[in-house]
């Protein structure tokens, strides 16, 4: 598979899509070890938000208009991780890119040992 096909798959199966990218491919980049990594970062704090955001909305009826802010917004970082991986560029997506990196320090560190 070529390395501008890894990434947006990634993003479209979020978590999932990650961890078979960053696993069970073989010769991944650095590039594409990253847009992996960032794309289970990105699932999985969507999936935290949601239900944190979902909860405080059972409480405070208004806060349901917010809930679909933060789903438009991880919706618009997946389109935007998936445009950048495709080109092959690196893609800093606020406060996701600083998490990925110090989630994943070990995996991503590997290669620049390499």
Known sequence: MQEKYKGPLAYLL????????????N???KLTKFHACQ???????????????????AFVPFLSF???????LFLVCKVLGIAKSYKEEE???????????????????????K
Do not use: W
Not at 44 to 49: G, L, N, P, Q, R
Not at 91 to 113: G, W
């Open 91 to 113: 893609c800093e997506l606020p406060v996701i890119s600083d998490l990925t990196r110090n989630i994943f320090k070990k995996i991503l560190e590997e290669d620049e040992a």
């Open 14 to 25: 979020g978590i999932i899509g990650g961890v078979i990218v960053l696993y069970a491919i």
């Open 39 to 57: 794309a289970i970062t990105l699932g999985i704090t969507d999936i935290v938000v949601a239900i944190l955001a979902g909860i405080l909305a």
């Open 66 to 72: 917010a809930v679909s802010i933060l789903s438009v």
């Open 27 to 29: 010769d991944n980049t």
